[in-house]
């Protein structure tokens, strides 16, 4: 789905990843769940190209909902997938601390796991090799993306700033819909491995450029960077 000029989401208010296009080719932004795989050859071939245009995949972290397609995409067309060093380990293993699960209901949990299942995401297949990034990177990829530390969600979180696209990918720095509870709105999101240090990540992008945050789960958001700190702790009250 075209959100705005060079940029792209694929998947749902559920399970979310991101497309940025440019003349220079493409980079993705996650890889959500497995089944994903079909919606990015869709929203590829709505705009003439294909994966041999991708030159890279960016994990915002490692969990298994954000690595679906990757080892595909980085096996069969050798596009590198780049995570921070912090969540190698993760993206490649799923080693990862077990987190409570906090509040939850019934039907948005069933929904979330059963999109999940329809989305192959039982059959997760971590990245085999990875090319480690670090707080301050600005990739040589399509739109220079300029990569952001936000510990807290995992050690590894971050978030990625596409200055061409007028964005910020958040991943599980924050959500606009817990997918536990259905509740929409800017909030913390769940299975957080240090919740004090997700909230004070938030202020690391107050002074970026951006038009749009863009979660992992959730609505895409049109606010100010600056806005989002104390949106979230509004929205958690």
């Not at 998947?11 to 932004?29: F, K, M, P, R, S």
């Not at 050859?41 to 679906?68: N, P």
């Not at 895409?220 to 989002?228: G, L, N, T």
Request: net charge negative; hydrophobic share 40%; with cysteine.
């Amino acid at each position: 789905m075209k959100l705005a000029p060079h940029l792209h989401r694929l998947g749902n208010d559920i399970v979310a990843c991101y497309l940025v296009d440019t003349d220079e080719g493409i980079t993705l932004i996650d890889a959500g769940l497995p089944g994903h795989w079909g919606d990015l050859q869709r929203e590829l071939g709505s705009l003439g190209k294909s994966v041999d245009d991708v030159r890279g995949l960016i994990l915002t972290h490692g969990d298994s909902d954000h690595i679906g397609f990757a080892e595909r995409l980085r096996r069969e067309h050798g596009v590198p997938v780049f995570v921070h060093a912090a969540d190698s380990v993760r993206a490649r293993t799923g080693e990862k601390p077990k987190t409570a699960m906090g509040p939850m209901r019934l039907g948005p949990t069933l929904g979330f796991f059963g999109y999940s299942i329809r989305k192959n995401g039982l059959r997760t297949h971590y990245v085999s090799e990875v090319t480690e990034i670090s707080d301050g990177d600005v990739l040589d990829l399509p739109g220079s993306p300029v990569i952001i530390g936000m510990p807290g969600h995992s050690p590894g979180s971050v978030a990625v700033h596409v200055p061409v696209a007028d964005a910020l990918f958040v991943g599980d720095a924050l959500t606009t819909r817990h997918v536990l509870t259905g509740r929409g709105g800017p909030q913390p999101a769940p299975f957080t491995d240090d919740p004090e240090a997700a909230q004070a990540s938030l202020d690391r992008i107050a002074d970026l450029p951006a038009s749009w945050v863009l979660p992992g789960h959730g609505a895409p958001w049109r606010i100010s960077p600056a806005e989002v700190s104390e949106a979230v702790k509004k929205g958690t009250v």
